[in-house]
Each structure stands twice: as C-alpha cells, then as structure tokens.
C-alpha cells in the first residue's frame, strides 16, 4: 500500500467529492469514516476495486476497521462436522462416536468437509479426580478420550469436545470456570481439536470477561483448539468475540422445527457485518435430518445457513441416513458457498411488503465477483420471487450467468436484469450468478472510478460508497465517494 499522499488523486473532481464528504464528517484522505462512539464497528460499503486489470464491484460488507481476530490459525471458512447434541442428547457413548466417525467416512461426508466429530454435554463423570482432573465417563467412555480422539484422528478427523464457563455444564458435569488452565491442557494432551464452551451455571460475571480465559489457556497449550464461543447471543458476542473465539452463537438453541430454524435464521443476519475469516456468527447446529421438518424446509435450512457462512455442523444420526437427507448435507455447489474464501456473510437484502413479507432474496458476495441468490419463500403458497441486479448490487445490464445450486443446472443464455423463478410454499431455490465481462459496476460509482483512473495509484485505493443507512441501493443512488486505501 502507498501512503496516501503518495497517491493524491490529481482529478479536480476529488475536491468535490471531498467537500460532500467532509461535510459528512469524513477524512477524504484516509477514507476513515468517524462515526461518534463507535471507531471499531464494522462497516458496510461499495467496494471497487482492480485486480488483475479486472473491475469488481459488489456490496460488501467488508469489516474496514475488524478488530484484530483471534489469530489461532483456525476456521478461515466456517467449521463443518457433526455434534452429537441435537439427536442424541446425553445418549452419546464412545461406541455411537465410533460409529459416527466412521459414517462420516463411508457417507462421503468428510470427503465433502465434514470433518469435526463433537463430543457435546455428557462424556465426562460429574466429579473431577482428587488432583481436579476432569474424567471421561467410565461407563459410556470406557477407552477414555485420548483413545476416542486417535480413532477420530486415524480416519482423517478431528474430535471436538464440550466444556462450560461455569460451575457446571447444563447437564450438570463439572464446568471449567478457575479450571481454565487445568482443563485445556487436559484437552491438549488428550490431543481434542476443537471446544464448545457453554454458559450455563456461571457466576454472573460476563461472558466478555469469563470467555476470553479460557481462550487464553487454549492458546497456552501450544495446540491449535478451535474455540467455539456458546453465550447463545446474550451479551451481543458479535461485537466482542471476534478477538476471542472462532464461532460464537449469535442464538438461543434450535428446536427441530421451521418456526425455530426461520426465526434463528434472522437473529443471526443481524451480526452479518461481524462474521468473517478466523470468527463466524453461530445461529447453532443442523437440524437437517431429524424429522420435524420436510425435505424441502430442510434445504432452506441447509441453504440458508450456507449463505449466512454459519457452521455446518450436522445434528442428525449419520449412521442412519436418508438418501434425499444425505442429498441435502452433500451438495458440494452450496457446500462452496459456504466455504468461499471471501469469507462474506450473505444477508437478507429484500423482503416483500405485507401479504408478501414471506418472500424473501437472501444474498451475499463471493469469490470471483460473483453473487450468490437465495429466493427464500416462507410462506405456505407458492409464489413468484423476483431479484432485480439493483437488490443485488448489479448494475442493470451487466450479463449474468445463472447455476442453479439445488437443480445443478446453468441457465441457458444470460440474464442481463433480474433473476425470477417460481418457488413453492417453505420452499427455496438458490443460484449462483456469475457477470460476464463487460460492465459489473454501478454506474455512478464507475464514474467516480474513472474519474480517479488518470492517477497511477488508482489500483492501490478502494472506493467505497459511503453508508450510513443499511440500503445499499438508496446509497447508491446518494453517490457519495470517499477514497479508501487498504
Ligand atoms: C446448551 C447449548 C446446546 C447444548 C446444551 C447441552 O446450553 O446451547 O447447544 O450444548 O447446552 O447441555
């Protein structure tokens, strides 16, 4: 990166922009925008940018001011696996793990990236040894952990494990609070990868102060652990976790059923702007597979979390599969969504008014300039669900190739304004759209960005479209440019 006055922009119209911008409280050189009493939040914006001689452009929610994360190394893209909680519950024993395991391999699942097998409440006995150890439990754990972990790990997985940051777990083992140090080497030398750490019976203190110990004794082992913060979005975790954990829920506990999956679905699309590389927003496991939903609810669920980049952790028997639910958990194309290395949360960006509120366009940036397209009917009746390229954040007719991700089939022709399809009733389609050459930008913005194109150092700056509304398109239409360099 140059400095910025390196890269001056030489273009008079600079100075008018910079009027408009100064008198919104921004600095036309650094871009910074000081918004009072909240330097660190996230920000949303119009990123455009040349790489390679390419133009992009794409709403992003890219976290210009992110606050240093984590740094473990882990969940670069959101983890994926199994957890035992959602269909077991305190049922688990080493031999439905073993099995689980295995299954994952002879599914095909863990060659699609399911690689996590999680131990959650009730592996350990209620009471620690007299030196404080915690201890697997001797009846359903027999081999112990250690043992469970290189089975696990002989198969190509990785096993994760439960704790608490309180005097108990909720199923009342013992927690880890003033365990912290003990317990993680625990972890450690029992060679675990990975640890939801819950938040039942705590000592009132907050989560802010309690998660981040443990945190640190993690990272004391010297093992990398994937942290999986569970406050279950008490205390906001979005906007503190970030430097703490590599997950944390942004919700309460799934129940198996569409009410529950919709409703925990918006809770998280509130923290959308917080969720990236090495920290992702939570809204808790899958259901898919369990029952309580139909076939066509479950690939909104399985669709929906993959755009929302939330973890893949699967919550069904997978010993025990059926062939339409191993469909759904292996579709490698939405599967990428979930995985792009973009690392851009998707979102809600329009919902009906009134009658139609139920039909919804959920959709999020990815790799590649391209665009993922969840049309997302809630409602009982099917309906006609339109995305026009101004509710994605294309330019009207910018060309697009459209793949269905459920149908695995690509469009015939391009669409150059809008994608429409009719979708049933607690039913959903989802669409990759690629833009074909020619002019991806936003008109007004690809002004701003020639104007900028005689300076040299134009490839070195950003330039974002100010926001300080949520509505992207109405931003657009406000063409306000601040020059940012990265
Ligand atoms: C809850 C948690 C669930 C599960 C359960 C086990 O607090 O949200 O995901 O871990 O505890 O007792």
Redesign the pocket.
């Known amino acids: 990166m140059r400095n910025s006055s390196e890269c001056r922009n030489p273009n008079p119209n600079l100075w008018a922009f910079s009027l408009v911008i100064l008198l919104l409280g921004v600095s036309p050189i650094t871009g910074r925008i000081h918004r009072k009493g909240d330097d660190t939040s996230p920000r949303i914006g119009w990123s455009i940018f040349k790489e390679e001689g390419e133009e992009i452009a794409r709403p992003v929610n890219r976290q210009r001011v992110r606050p240093l994360g984590l740094n473990n190394g882990l969940g670069l893209t959101p983890p994926m696996g199994w957890n035992s909680?959602n269909f077991f519950g305190c049922n688990i024993n080493e031999t439905v793990i073993f099995e689980t395991a295995s299954a994952l391999v002879y599914t095909g699942l863990a060659d699609v990236g399911y690689n996590y097998v999680n131990l959650?409440?009730c592996w350990a006995e209620r009471e620690r040894d007299e030196d404080g150890n915690l201890l697997p439990r001797r009846l359903t754990f027999p081999s112990g952990i250690k043992a469970l972990a290189d089975h696990v790990h002989a198969l190509g997985l990785k096993l994760g494990i439960?704790s608490d940051a309180g005097f108990y777990?909720?199923?009342k083992q013992p927690g880890s609070l003033g365990y912290e140090i003990q317990d993680a080497r625990t972890f450690a030398s029992w060679e675990v990868d990975y640890l939801?750490y819950?938040?039942?019976f705590n000592d009132g203190s907050k989560p802010e102060t309690r998660y981040p110990v443990m945190r640190n004794a993690l990272n004391a082992t010297g093992r990398p652990i994937f942290y999986s913060i569970?406050e279950?979005g008490q205390d906001d975790p979005a906007t503190w976790a970030k430097p703490v954990g590599n997950t944390w829920?942004t919700t309460g506990?799934i129940v198996d059923k569409w009410s529950s999956m919709v409703k925990l679905a918006d809770k998280n699309d509130k923290w959308a702007d917080y969720a990236g590389p090495g920290g992702w927003n939570d809204p808790?496991m899958l259901e898919v597979g369990n029952g309580g939903m139909t076939v066509e609810e479950y690939r909104c669920h399985f669709s929906v979390w993959a755009l929302m980049k939330a973890p893949l952790l699967i919550g069904c028997d997978v010993r025990d599969l059926k062939p339409e639910i191993l469909g759904i958990l292996s579709n490698e194309e939405v599967i990428g969504v979930n995985q792009d290395p973009l690392g851009v949360q998707g979102r809600r960006v329009k919902k009906g008014l009134w009658l139609r509120r139920n039909q919804q366009v959920w959709s999020g940036p990815l790799s590649g300039n391209r665009t993922v397209v969840l049309l997302w009917n809630r409602g009982l009746f099917g309906a006609h669900i339109k995305a026009t390229w101004a509710d994605l954040g294309l330019t009207s007719g910018t060309p697009v190739i459209v793949r269905d991700l459920w149908k695995h089939e690509t469009w015939e022709g391009n669409s150059v304004d809008e994608i429409e399809a009719r979708v049933d009733g607690r039913s959903s389609e989802m669409f990759i759209l690629t833009p074909q050459a020619s002019s991806s930008l936003p008109s007004r913005v690809k002004q701003g960005f020639q104007d900028n194109e005689p300076d040299s150092c134009a490839k070195h700056f950003n330039i974002i479209l100010d926001r300080s509304l949520d509505n992207r398109t109405s931003l657009l239409g406000k063409g306000l440019y601040s020059f940012y360099s990265m």
């Open positions: 909680w959650d409440d439960y777990t909720c199923e939801k819950d938040n039942c569970c279950w829920r506990d808790d």
